[in-house]
């Protein structure tokens, strides 16, 4: 069983930056690729990012590449999302989920966090 807690999420002008965290409970992580997914009011669940159990490879949706880098600290248990330029249609909760490996459809994920809300203004 693997516990997930998103941290970082708020209110950002366009432009802005925000570093979201997720913590993972466990003595397992590194077992687990990371995802983190988003979903805006009466829109489905989309893919943002994944990573590797080691972190060796990073996936990235095409609308948030360059703007956006997944990583992670294992000694901490811990997957941030550094989000830069951000822009208003970024806004949505943002999910943090753990896989067996790495993939970029929900379905695969069996872990999820809360979710954090990332709201940017124009």
């Known amino acids: 069983q693997v516990q997930l807690a998103e941290s970082g999420g708020g209110l950002v002008q366009a432009g802005g930056s925000l570093r979201l965290s997720c913590a993972a409970s466990?003595?397992?992580?590194?077992?687990?690729?990371m995802g983190w997914f988003r979903q805006a009011p009466g829109k489905e669940r989309e893919f943002v990012a994944c990573i590797s159990g080691r972190g060796g490879s990073t996936y990235y949706a095409d609308s948030v590449k360059g703007r956006f880098t997944i990583s992670r600290d294992n000694a901490k248990n811990t997957v941030y999302l550094q989000m830069n330029s951000l822009k208003p249609e970024d806004t949505a909760v943002y999910y943090c989920?753990?896989?067996?490996?790495?993939?970029?459809?929900?379905?695969?994920?069996?872990?999820w966090g809360q979710g954090t809300q990332v709201t940017v203004s124009s």
């Open positions: 989920a753990a896989a067996s490996f790495i993939e970029r459809l929900p379905g695969a994920y069996d872990y």
């Open positions: 466990g003595r397992t992580f590194s077992r687990y690729a």
